[in-house]
């Protein structure tokens, strides 16, 4: 809706709306008020995964951003990007990132579980790696190879998988 420039506010406000409502609402209903949370998503939600972890590391530990799309500058009809969008784009903000902010993110984890198949692209799931590991951020890629497709059913696995595997340690 609307214009390049309202949308890419739109991101952010997307990304300041989950940190300054969603995490309250969820702390509150844990009873719990400094809750360390998870991120999951398949494929723009595997963006919105990686950015709320690299941008507010103090709230986010982790994600599990499956068959992401990392590099949106595809999607927008813009010659030019705003500071909303940088802000809000961790391929592009992450490699900027310093001090405190960074030494944090350090201590997180994530993972990027993607298929090779059917409308499956992995390097942009590699190209946020070298991102994240260029900055010490620990992270993985898990390649379910070429058999495995952009869709519902391969989520539908990856994830349990993962959650499980978190569990457990």
Same mark, same amino acid.
């Given at each position: 809706?609307?214009?390049?420039?309202?949308?890419? *506010?739109?991101?952010?406000?997307?990304?300041?709306?989950?940190?300054?409502?969603?995490?309250?609402?969820?702390?509150?209903?844990?009873?719990?008020?400094?809750? %360390?949370?998870? =991120?999951?998503? =398949?494929? @723009?939600?595997? &963006?919105?995964?990686?950015?709320?972890?690299?941008? &507010?590391?103090?709230?986010?530990?982790?994600?599990?951003?499956?068959?992401? $799309? &990392?590099?949106? !500058?595809? &999607?927008? #009809?813009?010659?030019?990007?705003?500071?909303?969008?940088?802000?809000?784009?961790?391929?592009?903000?992450?490699? $900027?990132?310093?001090? !405190?902010?960074?030494?944090?993110?350090? %201590?997180?984890? @994530?993972?990027?579980?993607?298929?090779?198949?059917?409308? #499956?692209? @992995?390097?942009? $799931?590699?190209?946020?790696?070298?991102?994240?590991? =260029?900055?010490?951020?620990?992270?993985?890629?898990?390649?379910?190879?070429?058999? $495995?497709?952009?869709? *519902?059913? %391969?989520?539908? #696995?990856?994830?349990?998988?993962?959650?499980? #595997? *978190?569990?457990?340690?």
């Amino acid at each position: 809706l609307g214009n390049p420039r309202h949308q890419m *506010w739109l991101q952010n406000q997307f990304h300041q709306y989950v940190r300054h409502e969603v995490v309250p609402a969820v702390r509150a209903d844990c009873k719990s008020p400094d809750v %360390t949370l998870w =991120a999951a998503g =398949a494929s @723009i939600g595997a &963006f919105h995964s990686v950015a709320v972890v690299c941008r &507010f590391p103090d709230v986010f530990s982790r994600a599990c951003a499956m068959s992401g $799309t &990392f590099d949106l !500058r595809r &999607f927008y #009809e813009a010659a030019e990007f705003s500071d909303d969008f940088w802000v809000s784009s961790p391929v592009h903000f992450v490699p $900027t990132l310093s001090g !405190r902010h960074l030494d944090v993110l350090r %201590t997180r984890f @994530i993972l990027m579980p993607s298929g090779e198949g059917r409308a #499956e692209d @992995i390097s942009e $799931t590699w190209r946020m790696a070298n991102v994240l590991g =260029a900055k010490g951020v620990p992270n993985r890629v898990d390649s379910w190879g070429k058999d $495995t497709h952009h869709d *519902w059913p %391969t989520w539908r #696995e990856m994830l349990p998988k993962y959650l499980g #595997e *978190w569990v457990k340690s």
